[in-house]
């Protein structure tokens, strides 16, 4: 048969165009999809009277064969297969012989690609959806065991205020949800069938895509066949999605790497955790906390990618779109990957609370509860911030401890002392959303609902 157009060339394809063109090796991942999109033509083909019963069931086997070909390494791929819906059509053919070669009927490759893509991202984004999940989960638990313990919160990277670790680690959690929503959300923006669109301008064939969208589960049909095969904005979207989600990885992971250092010494990994290094003996790195902060880069670099082989596009399909699978299923991959070692990473560390509440029990970690004390007593703020501060500013300049200064000083004395005393300053950080222990309790609750939320919601459709 050789290629899909051969009825109007003379002679085949040159060995370059195909080595430049042929996309089989990374598309060979949709040949699940490209069966069930397939399966559902050929029952619509078959409603239209295009194909007789008998015909139809003959087409449904020979998609049969070609699942369990795949499946136990059996099929044969041909050197003319330019892409996994060329073999799946061209094994159909030889398997079903005029019947099998009624299978594009009123079909382009173009919005078959499309429904393919579709089908693929929105089963894969609820895969990564129950991944975030499960690091939730992780995140979740270390913070319930946390209970009380608490270190420096950061701002500029210079100790500002105690925080609890749980409050921390649950900051992390949050935007994790908010990556979770947004997948949600593009998996019901994508949730649209193409199928039916043909090559750019739908069929004189009776066709019916809005019954094939059912077939397929899709939630919608396409309005418009341009759009329809010429759309990705559901792979830049998941791409995108994908990349913030990373990059919220890789915040933790520098935290990661910090906590971990002998500097902050916040944080023990895991020996299966870590790596070693291979010429100084006391090494213990965090490489997976890295390589989720490096691949961010390239999750990233897809996104951008992607965005650059769309822009200016001209309707309708260009082969351009083919550039669509490789980033999207490497974003898959490389995300899927750092959740399942990130999970693992941070289950199997240990925290240093001791170390943790030494560097948060600094006497200066308590200087806003010291101006807000004076304001509590009528001081307007402007005027106890400067109080405190200058006693800080003393405390440093003289080498006099600010417990002594405060003790002896006018406006605040013995009766502020307390302020100082370890863990109080964490323990008055009571309002709503704070990072003190009454609001981290309420905290936990809410994550935990969110969570369990989370799971019911993904459960309703997998
Ligand atoms: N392999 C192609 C892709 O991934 C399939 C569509 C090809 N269509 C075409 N008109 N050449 O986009």
Redesign the pocket.
């Known amino acids: 048969m050789g290629t899909l157009w051969h009825g109007r060339f003379e002679g085949g394809p040159a060995e370059e165009l195909m080595a430049f063109t042929v996309?089989l090796p990374f598309?060979i991942r949709l040949a699940a999809d490209d069966l069930t999109g397939s399966r559902a033509h050929v029952r619509g083909l078959a409603r239209a009277g295009i194909l007789s019963e008998g015909e139809r069931d003959d087409v449904l086997a020979a998609l049969d064969t070609v699942e369990r070909e795949l499946g136990d390494g059996t099929f044969v791929f041909q050197p003319s297969d330019?892409?996994?819906?060329t073999s799946v059509e061209r094994r159909v053919t030889e398997l079903a012989g005029p019947a099998g070669a009624k299978l594009h009927t009123g079909r382009?490759?173009?919005d078959?690609?499309a429904t393919d893509l579709r089908l693929f991202t929105k089963r894969e984004l609820a895969v990564v959806i129950g991944r975030i999940i499960q690091f939730q989960d992780v995140l979740h638990e270390r913070a319930v065991a946390a209970g009380d313990a608490y270190l420096p919160g950061y701002t500029h990277m210079q100790r500002a205020q105690p925080v609890l670790l749980a409050h921390h680690l649950l900051a992390h959690g949050w935007a994790l949800s908010r990556d979770i929503d947004r997948l949600h959300d593009t998996r019901r923006r994508l949730d649209v069938s193409p199928l039916g669109a043909g090559?750019l301008a739908g069929s004189s064939l009776p066709l019916d895509p809005a019954a094939t969208a059912a077939d397929l589960g899709f939630a919608g049909v396409f309005d418009n066949s341009l759009d329809a095969v010429s759309d990705r904005d559901f792979v830049a979207e998941a791409l995108f999605d994908l990349a913030l989600l990373g990059v919220h990885l890789s915040r933790l992971a520098e935290e990661i790497i910090l906590w971990s250092t002998d500097e902050f010494g916040f944080l023990g990994l895991a020996d299966a955790y870590s790596t070693g290094s291979s010429m100084l003996p006391q090494k213990k790195n965090p490489d997976i906390a890295e390589l989720t902060r490096g691949k961010t880069g390239r999750l990233i670099g897809n996104l951008t990618g992607l965005l650059a082989t769309l822009k200016a596009l001209p309707l309708a399909?260009n082969?351009d779109?083919?550039e669509?699978?490789e980033p999207l299923f490497d974003s898959l991959d490389t995300i899927l990957l750092a959740l399942g070692a990130m999970s693992g990473l941070l289950a199997s560390s240990t925290f240093h609370l001791d170390a943790m509440a030494l560097a948060a029990d600094a006497p200066t970690s308590a200087a806003t509860d010291l101006a807000e004390w004076l304001v509590a007593g009528g001081t307007p703020f402007r005027d106890s911030h400067a109080i405190v501060g200058s006693l800080v500013r003393r405390s440093l300049d003289e080498g006099i401890s600010l417990r002594d200064l405060v003790e002896a000083s006018p406006e605040l004395g013995p009766d502020a002392l307390f302020l100082l005393d370890k863990g109080v300053a964490v323990g008055r950080r009571t309002t709503r959303g704070g990072a003190g222990p009454k609001p981290v309790a309420g905290q936990l609750v809410a994550f935990s609902a969110q969570l369990a939320a989370s799971k019911s919601r993904l459960e309703a459709f997998s």
């Open positions: 996309s598309d330019e892409d996994v819906h382009s490759r173009n078959q690609v090559a399909y082969r779109l083919q669509d699978k």
